[in-house]
């Protein structure tokens, strides 16, 4: 074994680490913080850790700040320069303002967010064609690293190419890797503005029904039955539920007519109503 670790580069102590499991306290309040943020996004820390000593918890700021920033968690307002990117990864421009959406794969996003287990935690990611709603692609992984996110974006890129690509501003987006591969493609770069999460709105709502639709009405004990369960909620989301922001369409309704109106077929164009953007 110590001849393996040293042609793999590696310490035999790093090898023989097994990371600690959270305490049921720390998975407590990881899981209160997640539920009062999707409720109220523009809670800092400071507001998160008011509401939280209400519910009783006996908690202090630092502690609530530290597992904001483990769960991905920023207040969408904007504010000062109070936390830095990774100094080697470039920071590309907002591209969407003022910028109406009229057709598919005319603007992608991502985002990662928290996902409650009953003895942990998992990091879902996804990418959503911003016209039609639809989830292209998504995975859930119990690390928030750029692997995971890579992963996810090429499976989406299996289903076509967009003109932008809309991130935030985590290290995961901003990686060498993950910014190489949609310049590869020739696919323009977007990234919101600093603590401005509705720049990235369409994820935000995503998030917001996966939870409230599903993660919470499932109670999910592990990543597997998450896994089975986020399966069958995105075929639900994407064939089945209609959109009140597509007239009531589904996501894959607004894909498969716009297909059909490129190949010349008939198409009754009264979905078409709910305009840019919705």
């Not at 936390?83 to 910028?99: A, F």
């Not at 977007?190 to 603590?195: K, Q, T, V």
Request: aromatic share 12%.
């Amino acid at each position: 074994m110590s001849r393996q670790c040293v042609l793999a580069g590696v310490s035999r102590g790093s090898y023989y680490y097994r990371s600690a499991p959270e305490d049921a306290l720390t998975i407590d309040l990881m899981h209160r913080i997640d539920a009062l943020y999707t409720d109220y996004p523009f809670y800092g820390s400071r507001r998160m850790t008011a509401a939280l000593r209400r519910l009783g918890y006996r908690i202090n700021r630092k502690r609530i700040r530290g597992l904001m920033a483990k769960m991905g968690l920023e207040a969408i307002y904007p504010k000062p320069n109070t936390s830095q990117s990774h100094p080697e990864h470039r920071i590309y421009p907002y591209l969407l303002n003022d910028l109406a959406i009229e057709r598919p794969n005319q603007v992608w996003s991502t985002d990662i967010t928290y996902v409650r287990l009953a003895q942990g935690f998992a990091y879902l990611v996804a990418v959503i064609d911003w016209y039609s709603r639809k989830v292209l692609a998504w995975l859930l992984s119990n690390t928030m690293d750029t692997g995971f996110c890579l992963d996810c974006l090429e499976a989406a890129l299996r289903h076509g190419q967009p003109e932008v690509f809309n991130t935030d501003q985590g290290s995961q987006f901003t990686s060498r890797e993950f910014t190489g591969r949609l310049l590869d493609a020739g696919i323009q770069i977007s990234m919101d503005g600093r603590g401005r999460a509705l720049d990235n709105v369409f994820v935000e709502r995503l998030w917001r029904s996966v939870k409230y639709e599903n993660i919470y009405v499932k109670g999910y004990e592990t990543m597997t039955e998450a896994k089975t369960g986020l399966t069958e909620y995105f075929l639900f989301y994407n064939e089945m539920r209609p959109h009140q922001g597509l007239n009531y369409a589904t996501p894959h309704e607004v894909a498969w007519r716009l297909a059909a109106m490129a190949r010349g077929g008939p198409v009754d164009k009264a979905w078409m109503s709910f305009g840019p953007c919705g």
